[in-house]
C-alpha cells in the first residue's frame, strides 16, 4: 500500500469506489455504493452518524480496498462502524481479492491503528459480518471475534432449473391455485416509478398493521426509513439495476405480498417483506412471491438467495445453510475497551436469548403485552 485515503462525504469517494467495483471485489450487495449513500442521507446523517470512508491505494495508484465506515459519538467515545445499521443484514469492508487473500493479522492490526489515529477513534464495533464471502475468508475473520445475535440463512439457485425454487409443499400450491383462480393473478418487479409508488402506497400499511397486530412500535415510521427505501427502488430503476429491488404478488385488484432487497452478481438478499392484512393473507402469499423471486434470480444467473438475518419457519422453504456472523470489538482507547466490555455483553445477551427457544418465546410474549421494541 502506498498511501490512505480519507473521505468524510460519499460523493466524494465515489470514483474509487466505482473503480474498486469494476474489479469485481469482495464485498455483499450491502457495500454497493447507491446502497450506503442512500441510506446515510436519509438514515444515518439524522441519525448523527458521519461518514469515514478509507481507501487503500496501491504503488500504481489502484485501489486495494475500501472501508466503508461510519463514525458516531456514544458514551462519550468516537465509535467506528459499518454503514448501514440494522437495515444491512451482512456487513464487510470492499477488499480486492489478491489483497483480502494476502493480508496477515499483523497488517490489519496495524492498519486500524492507522485509521483510528486518522479518525480520532476510540473503539472498532464491527458487526454482522460474514466469516466467508465467495468461498475467501473475510480478514476482519483473523481477529477476535464473537457470534452475533443472528445469522443469515441462505438457500442455494439451480440457474438450469430456474422452476425449482417453485416446488413448495403440496399445502402450499393447493393455496397458490386459489389465488391463481383471481382475476388478473400476476407476479412482478418494479419497472417505473407508477410501480414503485404503487407497491409501496400498498406496503406501508401492511406493515403498519402487522406492527400493531404485534403490540410493537412500527420502525418504518423512523426518520428517514421511507425516504431511502423509496429513492433506492428509484435509483438506477431505468437501467434495470435499482439500489433496492422491488417486486409484487396480485391478484383480484389487490398486492397480496411485497418484497424489498438488493442484489449482486452472486446474491439476493431480502430486507423487508409484507402480506396483505386482508383474508387472502391467509393463502401464504408471501411465500408464493419468495418463490417466484427466487425462480426469476435463478434466471437471471445469481446462485443464492437470503431472507435477511434470524430465523423464521417461513425461510425453511428457501434457506437451508445458516451463514454464520460475527461481531469484532476492537477497542483504540481506556474509554473505548470500557465501552467495549459493554457492547460485547449486551450481545452475548441477545445472542443466547435467540438461540433459546423457550427465551424467544418468554420475550416475544413480554414484548407483545408490554408494546416494547423488537429485538
Known amino acids: 500500500m502506498a498511501r490512505l485515503e480519507v473521505f468524510d462525504d460519499f460523493a466524494a469517494a465515489r470514483p474509487l469506489w466505482r473503480r474498486l467495483e469494476l474489479a469485481l471485489p469482495l464485498m455483499t450487495p450491502y457495500q454497493r455504493y447507491e446502497w450506503l449513500a442512500h441510506w446515510h442521507r436519509h438514515i444515518g446523517r439524522m441519525q448523527g452518524v458521519e461518514p469515514l470512508i478509507i481507501a487503500g491505494i496501491d504503488g500504481d495508484d489502484v485501489p486495494m480496498f475500501i472501508l466503508p465506515f461510519v463514525r458516531e459519538r456514544r458514551q462519550g467515545c468516537h465509535v467506528a462502524g459499518f454503514g448501514g445499521g440494522s437495515h444491512s443484514n451482512l456487513n464487510m469492508a470492499i477488499w480486492r481479492t489478491d489483497v483480502a487473500a494476502a ?30 464471502w465467495r468461498s475467501l475468508r473475510n480478514p476482519f475473520a483473523m481477529l477476535p471475534w464473537q457470534p452475533s445475535p443472528d445469522d443469515v440463512y441462505t438457500g442455494k439457485l439451480d440457474s438450469c432449473s430456474p422452476q425449482s425454487k417453485l416446488r413448495l409443499p403440496a399445502s402450499i400450491r393447493k393455496k397458490q391455485r386459489k389465488l391463481m383462480r383471481l382475476e388478473n393473478y400476476r407476479f412482478g418487479a418494479a419497472k417505473t416509478t407508477d410501480d414503485v409508488d404503487r407497491i409501496l402506497n400498498a406496503f406501508w400499511p401492511q406493515r403498519a398493521a402487522r406492527f400493531a397486530k404485534m403490540r410493537i412500535r412500527n420502525v418504518f415510521e423512523n426518520p428517514g426509513v421511507t425516504g431511502f427505501i423509496r429513492t433506492g427502488c428509484l435509483d438506477g430503476l431505468g437501467e434495470q439495476r435499482p439500489a433496492l429491488e422491488l417486486y409484487a404478488l396480485e391478484a383480484g385488484g389487490e398486492i397480496l405480498a411485497v418484497v424489498i432487497g438488493v442484489s449482486d452478481r452472486d446474491r439476493f438478499s431480502a430486507m423487508f417483506n409484507s402480506i396483505t392484512a386482508g383474508d387472502r393473507g391467509r393463502h401464504s402469499p408471501g411465500i408464493i412471491l419468495f418463490a417466484h423471486v427466487a425462480a426469476d434470480c435463478a434466471t ?50 441477545k445472542h443466547a436469548v435467540k438461540t433459546n427457544p423457550a427465551a424467544m418465546i418468554a420475550l416475544q410474549a413480554i414484548r407483545y403485552w408490554t408494546g416494547g421494541p423488537s429485538w
Open 103 to 132: 493480508l496477515d493479522r499483523t497488517a490489519l492490526a496495524n492498519l486500524l491503528r492507522d485509521v483510528a489515529e486518522v479518525g480520532q477513534i476510540d473503539l472498532f464495533a464491527l458487526l454482522g459480518q460474514p466469516q466467508t
Open 300 to 349: 437471471r444467473g445469481i446462485d443464492s438467495i437470503d431472507l435477511g438475518a434470524g430465523n423464521a419457519p417461513y425461510k425453511e422453504y428457501f434457506c437451508d445453510q445458516p451463514e454464520r456472523r460475527f461481531d469484532c470489538f476492537v477497542p483504540m482507547s481506556r474509554r473505548g475497551q470500557v465501552l467495549s466490555a459493554a457492547l460485547r455483553a449486551s450481545r452475548i445477551v
